[in-house]
Nanobody
Framework: QVQLVESGGGLVQPGGSLRLSCAIS????????TSWYRQAPGKERELVAA????????NYADSVKGRFTITRDNARNTVYLQMNSLKPEDTAVYYC??????????WGQGTQVTVSS
């Protein structure tokens, strides 16, 4: 059974940090590109950060460059999003995604991140 389970979200003050985790099971994680998306109320889902399966190519939204870092641990089947210097506009539900040219695209259920004083 395919599962992507995000965790690590919560309430944090502006300027704070959070690390999101996405634990993946049910398929060969190392063959998939992984990414983080977010969706704020009333807005479309947007790409935050992406990493190829071999970790050689990274892509970040301009709004998070220099503040967020995507990493993956193939041995643990987990992808992470380290978020520093958080701003109120980072408030959203964050989703992880795994994609492969030859297989369906998989999404997690999302984890809420709220940045507020």
């Amino acid at each position: 059974q395919v599962q992507l389970v995000e965790s690590g979200g919560g309430l944090v003050q502006p300027g704070g940090s959070l690390r999101l985790s996405c634990a993946i099971s049910g398929f060969t994680f190392s063959n998939y590109d992984t990414s983080w998306y977010r969706q704020a109320p009333g807005k479309e889902r947007e790409l935050v950060a992406a990493m190829t399966s071999d970790g050689t190519r990274l892509n970040y939204a301009d709004s998070v460059k220099g503040r967020f870092t995507i990493t993956r641990d193939n041995a643990r089947n987990t992808v992470y999003l380290q978020m520093n210097s958080l701003k109120p506009e980072d408030t959203a539900v964050y989703y992880c995604k795994a994609v492969n040219l030859y297989s369906p695209t998989y999404w997690g259920q999302g984890t809420q991140v709220t940045v507020s004083s």
